[in-house]
């Protein structure tokens, strides 16, 4: 009976250890560890939510010449007939291997779709200059894509695939400008050749611009994140905690430093809808060279009446502006009335605007607001080579530095310039305030500080009295068209 009395004890205590232990292992989770849960949650949603609509990108570079880029350097030392003959022997060669050959995929990069009958975002580096082009879908599927359209100042392409009949999965494109700095950030691509990779961060910055040298032209500013981007996540999405893509991923600043940078994808949209329906994105543009007038500080110092704008520093000699009421030094506040403060502000209205139809600007000139009409033009081909401007290098000087005759006939045929009102450039010291803003012979300087001078005598008037601690503003014609320069000594 003892013995039956212990048993029974020695199963109440189990039970009771046992109840114990399913009471600790079911109790609620902590506030915190459930919301890291959901967050973990949410991360893993949008990753399978948008993975599907993401591709790999494989593409075979055209090699029409020799086997690698370095070559053309190579033809273009050769004679003109010796490097002909040598294209055509490269190309025979591709051609008659082509037929045996299984296309060797030599680059790659990401896509994602956004359209069910097959069009594809990604970068324009991506798939320039290919020769063949494979996409892939994470089920496997692959097909042959199609370049049908390319613009490099945003560096967007779309390509364009046969689904043959099937629904194809496509991302939503959110809307970039709600896209706040701090909120998390997913990148999805195929950096390394490592397909569907899913990194995670945050939006780090927005409006970043001036990422690239001499992008003077490139009217978009850039989304910065630092989710890892790597080569291979070039034209992949980054993705907001929605499942909406806010970008297209487009460079990186150095490997393993988590700067990486996309095109918002409001911009993004804007160029594919063109690219689709007309093969190629038209810019307009005005044909003038700008700053942010808060970039300019001590030139600012010398305007009254206006603290925001965009300062014109040029006019091309082709461009829409050259025979309009534009004048340098004029700070454009508005475009039809919207407030513009920064060179991509006023690029950004323009963009879109109907080639040939007047845009209406508000200016601040010689301490007055004006308005004025000015008809843009289309952005030309060469566009990139027209603004490739020399870095500047800062010197200290007290005088201007220049020698100017009166221009005559003579000096007109030899420095290769047209005989204008103004006073020609025929030396520049050296270290000069003229030579740090390259200022050069053969520039013909029209006004100082406005003043109109067209003789040396009016050019040394107009300098009397002009203090360089100050500045002054020298307004000219010279390569390309007409520009200003503020000299000023740095007082260092």
Wanted: include cysteine.
């Amino acid at each position: 009976m003892k013995l039956i009395k212990f048993n029974c004890a020695s199963l109440a205590f189990a039970i009771t250890l046992a109840a114990g232990f399913l009471s600790a292992s079911a109790r609620e989770p902590s506030p915190e560890l459930e919301i890291a849960r959901k967050l973990n949650q949410a991360f893993i949603g949008v990753a399978e939510e948008v993975s599907p609509a993401v591709v790999v990108v494989r593409v075979k570079q055209r090699q029409s010449q020799l086997d690698a880029e370095d070559a053309n350097g190579f033809l273009e030392m050769l004679p003109h007939e010796l490097r002909r003959r040598l294209e055509e022997q490269f190309d025979k060669e591709r051609n008659e291997r082509r037929p045996t050959r299984r296309p060797d995929f030599d680059g790659q990069g990401s896509g994602v779709v956004i359209r069910e009958d097959g069009y594809i975002l990604t970068n324009r580096h991506v798939v320039e200059n290919a020769e063949e082009i494979e996409v892939r879908f994470k089920d496997g599927t692959k097909y042959t894509a199609a370049v049908r359209g390319m613009d490099p100042e945003s560096d967007i392409a779309v390509l364009k695939i046969d689904p043959k009949g099937a629904r194809l999965p496509v991302a939503r494109l959110g809307d970039s400008a709600r896209t706040r700095v701090g909120e998390f950030a997913i990148a999805i691509g195929a950096p390394f050749e490592l397909d569907y990779s899913v990194t995670f961060g945050h939006v780090s910055a927005k409006g970043r611009g001036k990422l690239v040298p001499y992008d003077v032209m490139m009217d978009q500013d850039f989304i910065q994140t630092d989710a890892s981007i790597n080569p291979g996540n070039s034209g992949g999405p980054l993705i907001n905690i929605e499942g909406e893509v806010i970008g297209i991923n487009t460079m990186i600043r150095g490997l393993r430093t988590g700067i990486g940078f996309a095109v918002p994808s409001n911009l993004a949209r804007e160029v594919a809808e063109k690219l689709i329906i007309e093969g190629k994105f038209t810019r307009a543009w005005l044909g003038i060279t700008i700053e942010a007038l808060n970039d300019r500080k001590e030139y600012q110092k010398t305007l009254k009446g206006v603290d925001n704008g965009v300062l014109v520093t040029g006019v091309l000699t082709n461009g829409p502006s050259m025979d309009s009421d534009l004048e340098l030094e004029d700070v454009i506040t508005a475009v039809d009335g919207k407030s513009v403060a920064s060179a991509q502000d006023l690029k950004r209205e323009i963009r879109l605007k109907p080639i040939g139809q007047a845009v209406s600007l508000d200016v601040f000139r010689d301490g007055k607001s004006m308005r004025i009409k000015v008809k843009p033009g289309e952005l030309p081909e060469d566009r990139l080579a027209i603004n490739k401007t020399p870095k500047r290098d800062e010197a200290e000087s007290k005088n201007l530095g220049v020698t100017v005759r009166a221009i005559t006939r003579e000096l007109a045929e030899e420095y290769g310039v047209k005989k204008m009102p103004g006073v020609i450039v025929t030396d520049v010291e050296r270290g000069s305030l003229a030579e740090v803003r390259l200022i050069k012979p053969g520039d013909v300087i029209t006004k100082v500080n406005r003043k109109i001078v067209t003789t040396p005598k009016e050019f040394r008037e107009a300098l009397q009295g002009v203090d360089l601690k100050r500045g002054v503003s020298i307004q000219l014609f010279g390569d390309g068209g007409k520009r200003f320069e503020f000299l000023k000594e740095s007082g260092d």
